[in-house]
Antibody
């Protein structure tokens, strides 16, 4: 079964850091670009970041540029998001999403990040 | 990176058809045929319903139809069913090599 499973979410104070992970299975992880998409409570989907197959190309939304870093370990079939200088507005469910030719075809169940003092 | 514009809500009765619009610019919706639509039920992850403007993934009902004219894409759902009640989001690739979503549309089946 094709699957993406996020982990690493939790409660963090403003200004703190958190590292999300996303474990892939059921497909050849190294062949796919992967996105992070987030959804604040009661709000819509917001694209956050993308990484290409070998990690040489990354893209970020303006709202997280300079604070978040996306990376991947193809040997371990795992995607990461290092989140620094967290703000209250970063509170959201973070989805790991597979990209196939510029559309998002496989979604994880999400990891919840809460930024609060 | 402004969000694409969708109506906040639409509604229809079982068996009817509804259309959800998604308006962007020539830098996203109008510039590429990389528009996709996602369905999200409460508490669940989104599900891909339409990709590349009008293509349906395997397993998605033919009642879902996508189209595009200029800077506006549309999702039409025919023969509304109770299970179609959900939030719907459009998304587009952009000229900045990023992606953008619409604000989402809540579909109510009366």
């Amino acid at each position: 079964e094709v699957q993406l499973v996020e982990s690493g979410g939790g409660l963090v104070q403003p200004g703190g850091s958190l590292r999300l992970s996303c474990a892939a299975s059921g497909f050849t992880f190294s062949n796919y670009w992967i996105h992070w998409v987030r959804q604040a409570p009661g709000k819509g989907l917001v694209w956050v970041s993308l990484i290409n197959t070998d990690g040489s190309i990354t893209r970020y939304a303006d709202s997280v540029k300079g604070r978040f870093t996306i990376s991947r370990d193809n040997a371990k079939n795992t995607l990461f998001m290092q989140m620094n200088s967290l703000r209250a507005e970063d509170t959201a469910v973070y989805y790991c999403v597979r990209d196939t030719n510029r559309h998002m075809d496989v979604w994880g169940k999400g990891a919840t990040v809460t930024v609060s003092s | 990176q402004s969000a694409l514009t969708q109506p906040a809500s639409v509604s229809g009765s079982p068996g009817q058809s509804i259309t959800i619009s998604c308006t962007g610019t020539s830098s996203d919706v109008g510039g590429y045929n990389y528009v996709s639509w996602y369905q999200q039920h409460p508490g669940k992850a989104p599900k891909l319903m339409i990709y590349d403007v009008s293509n349906r993934p395997s397993g998605v009902s033919s009642r879902f139809f996508g189209s595009k004219s200029g800077n506006t894409a549309s999702l039409t759902i025919s023969g509304l069913q109770a299970e179609d009640e959900a939030d719907y989001y459009c998304s587009s690739y952009t000229s900045s090599s990023t992606w953008v979503f619409g604000g989402g549309t809540k579909l109510t089946v009366l």
